[in-house]
């Protein structure tokens, strides 16, 4: 995992939280990295899944509500760092559908090493979209903190309900559709 997301995580605790809270997480995972990252290295996942675990412990908050406001600050942050990935978009269903084809593609040239999720969409029918997320990594929640936040993003009025599969790794499908 790109250690962006570990900074970015780190921040969003320092900000969410606070710096004391940063350095008590650091402290009782145990990483191998020591919780020193830098934003173009590539870390063990195992290390998110301790922070995030250990932070739920720490605040009462849980994972699933941890990761998801996780994907809407990650969101954010891309908007920032990547605003070509946006230009001339004007909804999350016009997006969405690129993040595969146009945004991972492009994030693959940055880092060559990097081990992305793989999303799909379709449309069944008009203002529906599916979205199919699969990841080695499992984080649907951190998905859909994202595809939240990309709703925001453009002020629309859509709901997301979610649908995880049997397969292994699990498929989780996002369905996309009008309030």
Known sequence: MKGMVFTEFLELVDERFSFETTERLIEMSHLPSEGTYTSVGTYDHQEMVSLVSNLSTLTG???ADLLKEF???LFKRFLVSFPTFFEGIKSSMEFLPRV???VHL???KLFSDVELP???CTMPEPGVMIMAYRSTR???DLAE???LS???HFGESLQVRRETGQDDPPETRFIIMPK
């Open 61 to 63: 908050t849980s994972v």
């Open 71 to 73: 994907g809407r600050h």
């Open 100 to 102: 595969d084809s146009y």
């Open 106 to 108: 492009e994030v693959r």
């Open 118 to 120: 793989s999303f799909s």
């Open 138 to 140: 499992n984080l649907p």
């Open 145 to 147: 903190g994202l595809i």
């Open 150 to 152: 990309c709703i925001d």
